[in-house]
């Protein structure tokens, strides 16, 4: 049986300052107002509990084939208190190929042990809507507002939000290329079949001192990658919650899924002439 306040992976966790919850220095949260990039505060499809931040573009001229989408599910309580980390993530982790789109976790409930980011196979019964849905609903409403390289279109989710990461990249139909999954439990009951990792893209990182064990990310990887997926499984020190170089590890796990989404794909060997 988890402690309230420990299992992070599915209610909310109780720590009421933002900068503690990230484990972050203040200095690194903080953004001059003429560097920041512009931000725009959405509703999907004008439904209230489907808030999102639209980060960016920075100015210049727009990629020729559109710009890569990082879709983030924050971890916690999944607030819109997270968009000052989520827009230092757009300057300091991604190129200016890059737009952002940070979605608020929907308040079902009052509930601290509510799940913050439910889905399909894990739901709330109070929810209207699937953390899937909105995914997806986010994208397509982008998708009018940019043009966007459907290539290149990842989830971000740690703790709270990593569950909700591998449903929507696990999906049989999804937008959703790659995933990157930080410091979270891999439950496959909970998530659509494996099988439908065949091509996509995982980057999983995890702290061996984190309380949530080093089984759940090595069976994510292990079965991800059985399933024809590409997968990598990075570590780092300090426990549950982002340490050290933060951006950098960031900076790492999404240039990693690029070049997994850039590898030429593989031509089926001709098998001669067809014959009637």
Same mark, same amino acid.
């Given at each position: 049986?988890?402690?309230?306040?420990?299992?992070?992976?599915?209610?909310?966790?109780?720590?009421?300052?933002?900068?503690?919850?990230?484990?972050?220095?203040?200095?690194?949260?903080?953004?001059? @107002?003429?560097?920041?990039?512009?931000?725009?505060?959405?509703?999907?499809?004008?439904?209230?509990?489907? *808030?999102?931040?639209?980060? #960016?573009?920075?100015?210049?001229?727009?990629?020729?084939?559109?710009? *890569?989408?990082?879709?983030?599910?924050?971890?916690?309580?999944?607030? =819109?208190?997270?968009? %000052?980390?989520?827009?230092?993530?757009?300057?300091?982790?991604?190129?200016?190929?890059?737009?952002?789109?940070?979605?608020?976790?929907?308040?079902?409930?009052?509930?601290?042990?509510?799940?913050?980011?439910?889905?399909?196979?894990?739901?709330?019964?109070?929810?209207?809507?699937?953390?899937? &849905?909105?995914?997806?609903?986010?994208?397509?409403?982008?998708?009018?507002?940019?043009?966007?390289?459907?290539?290149?279109?990842?989830?971000?989710?740690? +703790?709270?939000?990593?569950?909700? =990461?591998?449903?929507?990249?696990?999906?049989?139909?999804?937008?959703?290329?790659? =995933?990157?999954?930080?410091?979270?439990?891999? &439950? %496959?009951?909970?998530?659509?079949?494996? &099988?439908?990792?065949?091509?996509?893209?995982?980057?999983?990182?995890?702290?061996?001192?984190?309380?949530?064990?080093?089984?759940?990310? @090595? @069976?994510?990887?292990?079965?991800?990658?059985?399933?024809?997926?590409?997968?990598?499984?990075?570590?780092?020190?300090?426990?549950? #919650?982002?340490?050290?170089?933060?951006?950098?590890?960031?900076? +790492? #796990?999404?240039?990693?899924?690029?070049?997994?989404?850039? &590898?030429?794909?593989?031509?089926?060997?001709?098998?001669?002439?067809? *014959?009637?």
């Amino acid at each position: 049986m988890c402690q309230k306040r420990r299992c992070a992976w599915a209610p909310v966790l109780a720590i009421p300052v933002l900068l503690v919850r990230l484990g972050l220095p203040q200095t690194n949260l903080t953004l001059a @107002q003429d560097t920041e990039p512009p931000v725009q505060d959405l509703r999907a499809n004008g439904q209230k509990q489907m *808030r999102y931040f639209l980060i #960016g573009p920075a100015k210049g001229e727009p990629p020729k084939p559109g710009y *890569r989408l990082l879709l983030v599910l924050p971890g916690g309580d999944g607030s =819109a208190e997270f968009r %000052p980390f989520v827009t230092n993530i757009l300057q300091n982790a991604l190129s200016e190929k890059y737009l952002v789109a940070q979605l608020v976790a929907p308040k079902w409930r009052e509930d601290e042990n509510r799940t913050v980011w439910p889905t399909e196979k894990n739901p709330d019964a109070k929810m209207a809507f699937t953390s899937e &849905k909105f995914v997806n609903v986010v994208v397509e409403q982008v998708k009018t507002k940019q043009k966007i390289d459907v290539r290149h279109v990842y989830a971000l989710g740690w +703790s709270s939000g990593g569950p909700a =990461a591998y449903a929507a990249a696990l999906r049989e139909k999804t937008p959703i290329t790659g =995933a990157f999954v930080a410091m979270s439990v891999f &439950k %496959p009951e909970q998530l659509p079949p494996a &099988k439908n990792a065949k091509g996509r893209a995982f980057y999983i990182l995890h702290s061996p001192q984190d309380f949530i064990a080093m089984r759940f990310p @090595q @069976q994510a990887k292990d079965m991800l990658a059985k399933a024809g997926a590409n997968v990598t499984l990075v570590t780092y020190e300090g426990g549950h #919650g982002w340490h050290g170089d933060v951006f950098g590890m960031i900076r +790492s #796990g999404i240039e990693w899924l690029d070049e997994q989404t850039e &590898k030429p794909r593989q031509e089926p060997k001709s098998r001669g002439p067809e *014959r009637d």
